[in-house]
């Protein structure tokens, strides 16, 4: 058994090395053979810049636990492949993954043998179309599918007509492929928009707004526009919030998650579980759920004393947003920024923004293929130019050690920049 889980782990690991190659052919084509089990699922299509896991996550819980065998595909994983494929909370057990993949690769294979002009399939797409199959077998009354990069050209680009589509928020990235505005991104994003679909839209910036909601028009779709149609609200207490929506208000709601960007996340996931099952939410039900949801490095406290926090932030506004719930969770005490970015992200940005609020700082390196170095990092102007104490180490192993080294027990260390940074981390720690 062990030999064919590393033959398996293996496969999957090369076909990392192709990267990311956007386009709906090769997928089509794996789909085909293997009777194309998309077509029998009842999807909630999760695309955005930030934010599209937690709020596929706390979807799929909320659908739960009104009753719906509810799966949720998610990526990137931390530790293991099973955290993409998640039936009522649960990750897919070992021997169904190894399984499931050892199947689907072998139509992959025969898929790539016949059509080698498009390419071989990548990592994403045998993935994605393992996680469709496994939820159409389990009978899932609910998929939540989390799209990988943009929407157009994203392999989870494969439902004829998803039921509900969320478009979480957009900010500049992955200009390359996507755009070079908002308004660009919004339309690649929501591409995956059907004809008379029912859309959920985030907190969004004017122009994104007004992009989204002229494509919903063109496209004949019914639209819940976050702030208008639906609104997050201060509740009693510091902790508590309200959400308010045309079928209810849900008072008093608290999260076990960190994070004010979490409370907009759940009003998110509220309307578009609202929009799927077709009916008000029990807010018994809800307020239960939503105390026992976890989600691994979104403002995670993994040790104390010193605090050591792990967030997955990789843009700048997601590092704003990090940063702002640090604000009172970090109040007073000193920070030592344990950091490392992918070479398609705004680095500067960010590095801005975190040497503002850390008192030391480590740049340092994961295992993507995509990473800046450490040495890259530290010639941006920004950090060149910045007073904080900045020092390099390629090993993120040496950096966090060196962190810890510096800490008093008051002190907090933060990782963040980038998830792989995160999944090594957590690797070793397993």
Not at 37 to 44: A, D, N, S, T
Not at 133 to 149: D, N, P, S
Not at 201 to 220: H, V
């Amino acid at each position: 058994m062990a030999k064919i889980e590393n033959d398996i782990l293996k496969y999957l690991e090369d076909l990392d090395r192709l990267g990311m190659k956007p386009g709906l052919t090769r997928i089509t084509k794996l789909l085909k053979a293997l009777g194309n089990p998309e077509k029998r699922l009842k999807v909630i299509h999760v695309v955005g810049t930030n934010g599209k896991s937690s709020t596929a996550r706390m979807i799929a819980a909320i659908l739960s636990a009104h009753g719906a065998r509810a799966g949720a595909y998610l990526s990137p994983h931390l530790v293991s492949f099973r955290e993409r494929f998640i039936i009522n909370g649960r990750e897919i057990s070992e021997p169904r993954f190894y399984k499931l993949i050892s199947e689907v690769r072998g139509k992959a294979e025969e898929v790539n043998n016949r059509a080698r002009s498009s390419g071989p399939l990548t990592q994403f797409e045998v993935l994605t179309a393992a996680a469709i199959l496994y939820f159409a077998r389990q009978k899932v009354g609910a998929a939540v599918i989390e799209a990988g990069l943009g929407g157009r050209y994203d392999a989870t680009n494969v439902f004829d007509k998803s039921r509900v589509q969320v478009l979480t928020n957009i900010e500049l990235e992955h200009t390359d492929l996507l755009g070079k505005t908002v308004a660009a991104i919004a339309r690649e994003k929501l591409a995956v928009l059907p004809e008379k679909g029912n859309v959920v839209l985030g907190d969004l910036s004017q122009e994104a707004l007004k992009e989204a909601e002229k494509i919903c028009k063109r496209k004949q779709a019914r639209y819940k526009v976050f702030d208008e149609d639906y609104s997050l609200l201060k509740g009693r207490g510091e902790k508590r919030f309200d959400v308010w929506t045309a079928k209810g208000h849900y008072s008093d709601l608290k999260l076990s998650l960190l994070g004010q960007y979490q409370r907009t996340n759940c009003a998110v996931a509220i309307q578009a579980a609202e929009l799927f099952i077709r009916r008000a939410l029990d807010e018994k039900k809800l307020k239960r759920t939503l105390l026992r949801i976890m989600i691994p490095a979104r403002l995670e406290i993994v040790s104390e004393k010193p605090t050591v926090i792990f967030d997955g932030a990789h843009n700048p506004s997601s590092v704003e947003e990090l940063l702002k719930s640090l604000d009172t969770l970090a109040a007073g005490e000193r920070v030592i920024g344990v950091v490392s970015i992918l070479k398609d992200k705004d680095a500067s940005g960010m590095l801005e923004q975190l040497l503002d609020f850390c008192d030391i700082l480590f740049v340092t390196e994961n295992s993507n293929p995509r990473c800046m170095s450490a040495q890259e990092l530290s010639k941006l102007p920004v950090v060149e130019e910045s007073s904080v104490q900045t020092f390099v180490a390629r090993e993120n192993q040496s950096a966090l050690e060196s962190a810890f080294k510096l800490a008093s027990i008051r002190d907090v260390i933060l990782v963040t920049g980038s998830i792989y940074l995160l999944a090594d981390i957590k690797k070793r720690m397993a």
